[in-house]
T-cell receptor, first 115, second 112 residues
């Protein structure tokens, strides 16, 4: 089954404690991206990757890091989480047509609370 | 940068009625306009999309229209059913093609 898998689905942590949210896709997609979803703000892009070892900032990258060492995996790293990073996070992947993304396939989401 | 405005933020209809959600976008270079449905506790799923060389597209009870001159696109759901209740997001691609810019979402409630 084609899917994007995120872990953990739920996490409560404390300010400053490094954490990683993993994302894996089994569709051999070149493009992967992280979004955060906040009430009243919709979905905002954090980082994206056009292929292995090619990552770039989205609209709200502050406080986050990513890596793309393998095509299927795209972890999101919060080096020193703060309460304003409490949010619902989605990983997504897509085939590329030329340099353009197509249909985004989303994971089920990771709800993060930073105390 | 690209901005996508979506209205209304909430919409309540009776089962069998039609529902219309409207979006406007700012970047005239956008050429891909998908609509996503998000059910409670799940990730958004594509329900229909349209490209800028097409004015209208239908898939059973849902249709999308695009007016490139006015930078408007709309989602139309006919004969609504309770299972249509969800949050709907419109989106437009950015000029570089590296991101979808999403509207803030519309919560659709269909009562039987």
């Amino acid at each position: 089954e084609a899917q994007v898998t995120q872990n953990p689905r739920y996490l409560i942590t404390v300010t400053g404690k490094k954490l990683t949210v993993t994302c894996s896709q089994n569709m051999n997609h070149e493009y992967m991206s992280w979004y955060r979803q906040d009430p009243g703000l919709g979905l905002r892009q954090i980082y994206y990757s056009m292929n292995v070892e090619a990552t770039d900032k989205g609209d709200v990258p502050e406080g986050y890091k990513v890596s793309r060492k393998e095509k299927r995996n795209f972890p999101l790293i919060l080096e020193s989480p703060s309460p304003n990073q409490t949010s619902l996070y989605f990983c997504a992947s897509s085939r590329l047509t030329g340099t353009n993304t197509g249909e985004l396939f989303f994971g089920e989401g990771s709800r993060l609370t930073v105390l | 940068g690209e901005n996508v405005e979506q209205h209304p933020s909430t919409l309540s209809v009776q089962e069998g009625d039609s529902a219309v959600i409207k979006c406007t976008y700012s970047d005239s270079a956008s050429n891909y306009f998908p609509w996503y449905k998000q059910e409670l506790g799940k990730g958004p799923q594509l329900i229909i999309d349209i490209r800028s060389n097409v004015g209208e597209k239908k898939d059973q009870r849902i249709a999308v229209t695009l007016n490139k001159t006015a930078k408007h696109f709309s989602l139309h759901i006919t004969e609504t059913q309770p299972e249509d209740s969800a949050v709907y997001f419109c989106a437009a691609n950015n000029q570089a093609g590296t991101a979808l810019i999403f509207g803030k979402g519309t919560t659709l409630s269909v009562s039987s």
